[in-house]
């Protein structure tokens, strides 16, 4: 059984180095020059009688998980808001269609630390399609132990009067990955998943690794069956304290993927607690230099450049949707289906 921190076989790194088509370590020097060019100016939003010195001012304290108050002059990345907007995006995960004549649905699988947000990202989606704010798959709260035990897969569709408008879209939910050897989901549960062994609802134990043994096992699963894109989701107000080992967790699993054909993306949550100024406006996300700098954190720890990381607020407290958090929602959905083409067009025979 393969748990995280086995080494990898040399057989499957030469085939993985092959098969990687992005994602190889970023040097510090290459994420930046990717963000410097945005970083010249700032505003001063709050003062809260700060004494802000000179050098505050050209060299910012970046403090993660902290009130963070400057806001750079200019978006970082280009993004368009508005409700003209949100329904375009809506509309084109709608009509979204895997590029693959024997396949209906794109599996998308979710991954990441422990209470990182991955149930609250499928809940938040599922939101945005429902028209209010529903809580589909079941969020904890942050804990050391994942509150997600079971496989489950959720198709994402309207509901009430919409019900009858399915997206081509499933939201696969697993077990979050422990800090230790032992616990949570390990990496041959997630490799059995990815490739299609592992039956819905399948209950994960690291001591009962998924097997021709395991009820309900997927001896040879279709294309149908099998994951076609691998989201890491990571909590933006805790990636500069994870444990050093979940870097060499990652980055193994990352190569174990890619050579299975898989493209990976990420999605940095919790962005309202690393910005007060984009928790109140959510369309200032891409002028905070604190989330620039924790999308840049989640890219050295997963060995990954920023521009596979997009930025979200999931649908935690709030009991309305609110137009620009589904944009952003919205925004990451099309990203990630971006790469889920990219599976169909690389497995085209
Ligand atoms: N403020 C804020 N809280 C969030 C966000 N996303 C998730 N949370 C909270 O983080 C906690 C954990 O969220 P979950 O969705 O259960 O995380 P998970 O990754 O599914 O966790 P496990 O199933 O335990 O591995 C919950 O209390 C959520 O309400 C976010 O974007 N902003
Ligand atoms: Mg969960």
Redesign the pocket.
């Known amino acids: 059984m393969l748990h995280f921190g086995t080494p990898i076989s040399s057989d499957t790194k030469s085939s993985t180095t092959a098969a990687v088509p992005f994602g190889s370590p970023v040097p510090a020097s290459g994420t930046k020059s990717s963000t410097t060019a945005a970083v010249p100016t700032f505003t001063i939003l709050a003062t809260k009688s700060d004494r802000i010195s000179k050098k505050k001012l050209t060299e910012p304290k970046f403090s993660l998980g902290a009130e963070f108050l400057l806001l750079l002059e200019n978006d970082w990345r280009k993004m368009k808001w508005g409700a003209e907007v949100r329904e375009t995006l809506m509309e084109s995960v709608r009509s979204f269609q895997p590029a693959a004549e024997t396949v209906t649905t794109a599996r998308v699988l979710?991954i990441?630390?422990?209470?990182?947000?991955?149930?609250?990202?499928?809940?938040?989606v599922q939101s945005v399609f429902s028209g209010r704010v529903i809580n589909r798959?079941?969020?904890?709260?942050?804990?050391s132990?994942?509150?997600?035990?079971k496989l489950r897969s959720y198709n994402i569709r309207g509901a009430g009067e919409k019900a009858d408008e399915p997206t081509a879209l499933v939201l696969c939910?697993?077990?979050?990955?422990g800090e230790g050897e032992g616990t949570?989901?390990t990496l041959h549960d997630a490799l059995s998943v990815i490739k299609g062994h592992a039956p819905e609802g399948h209950q994960f134990s690291p001591e009962q690794p998924v097997g021709a043994e395991t009820a309900g096992f997927v001896r040879k699963p279709s294309t149908n069956e099998k994951v076609h894109c691998v989201v890491f989701?990571i909590?933006?107000?805790r990636v500069g304290s994870y444990a050093k080992s979940f870097g060499a967790t990652f980055q193994q699993l990352r190569e174990h993927i890619s050579n299975l054909g898989v493209h990976q993306v990420a999605v940095l949550?919790?962005?309202?607690?690393v910005c007060s100024a984009s928790?109140s406006d959510i369309t200032k996300v891409y002028r905070s230099q604190a989330i620039q700098q924790a999308m840049v954190k989640a890219g050295e720890l997963l060995g990954m450049a920023t521009s596979y990381i997009v930025p979200?607020?999931?649908?935690?407290?709030a009991l309305d949707l609110d137009q620009n958090t589904d944009i952003l929602l919205l925004k990451a959905v099309d990203h990630i289906l971006q790469y889920v083409n990219l599976y169909f067009q690389d497995n085209s025979d």
């Open positions: 979710l990441g630390p422990v209470g990182a947000g991955k149930s609250s990202f499928i809940s938040s798959a079941m969020v904890g709260s942050s804990s132990t994942s509150f997600t035990k939910d697993v077990m979050g990955v949570g989901l989701v909590d933006g107000s949550t919790h962005v309202d607690q928790r979200v607020k999931n649908y935690c407290s």
